[in-house]
């Protein structure tokens, strides 16, 4: 009786977060076709200042082409989705409608973790797909720009690194977006509080993908864990919330 009790959560669980991921599906593509065009055109323009700026050595390396126009794709999608997370989630934590979500017969902590998770599932891979297609282009176009690289092992290296840290730089500025305007009850802190993350991360980004790719990539995995930590336990807090 007991497991069968507990198939049935489990698939209550599971419906609630395909239902989640079928209203805002259609996000995947426009983030998708956003990012690559944000990601190509910002490595054209650093390839382009690179060739006539010979003095400058950070662009003057595919390394540092690669972290320069990563970090402005990241920028780009931060606000979009910071805009969307207000869209599409933090509004029904906000005011009179945090009263409608709450009356609803699910745990309150099951309900915002299922929607958290598949909105980052939509952004994510979306945002991680569109960098590696780039990237692939990248290379190629490598061959004929021919900037400083060590070799294509060392190139295969990078863009796993460089992709993977912009994911997880992407989800910190997002995640953190979503706690502070919920906590703060105000919509609007959700962009604010992106835009003011994005100019912190962007610094990090940058600086620390051109010179210390290995050491930025293990500190964005540790804050990636803590910060998930930290949301979880906030949304154990919503279910000793009162409904005004």
């Given amino acids: ?43 054209m323009f650093f390839s382009v200042v690179g060739k006539f700026d010979g003095s400058s050595d950070t662009i003057s390396s595919f390394q540092g082409i690669i972290a320069l126009s990563n970090t402005v794709t990241m920028c780009g999608i931060s606000i979009y989705g910071a805009v969307l997370l207000r869209k599409e989630l933090v ?10 979500t709450f009356l609803f017969p699910v745990d309150r902590k099951d309900l915002i973790m299922k929607k958290t998770s598949s909105f980052f599932t939509i952004i994510l891979t979306s945002f991680g797909s569109a960098l590696f297609v780039s990237f692939i282009v990248e290379v190629v176009l490598n061959l004929f720009l021919k900037f400083d690289s060590s070799n294509i092992i060392f190139e295969m290296y990078l863009g796993f690194v460089v992709i993977v840290t912009s994911c997880i730089l992407l989800f910190l500025i997002l995640i953190l977006s979503e706690l502070i305007s919920i906590w703060k009850q105000s919509e609007i802190t959700t962009v604010i509080t992106a835009v003011v993350l994005m100019l912190m991360f962007s610094n990090f980004s940058a600086m620390g993908l051109m010179n210390f790719p290995t050491v930025t990539f293990v500190s964005s995995v540790m804050m ?19 409904v005004y």
Avoid: P
Wanted: charged fraction near 25%.
């Fill in 1 to 43: 009786m007991m497991n069968k009790n507990e198939n049935v959560i489990n698939d209550e669980k599971v419906n609630i977060f395909k239902y989640e991921m079928s209203k805002i599906k259609s996000t995947w593509s426009k983030v998708f076709l956003i990012t690559i065009v944000i990601q190509l055109l910002s490595f």
């Fill in 224 to 242: 990636g864990l803590l910060f998930s930590w930290i949301f979880i336990e906030f949304s154990k807090t919503l279910n000793k919330m009162e």
């Fill in 91 to 100: 509004r029904f934590y906000i005011g009179d409608q945090r009263n409608r």
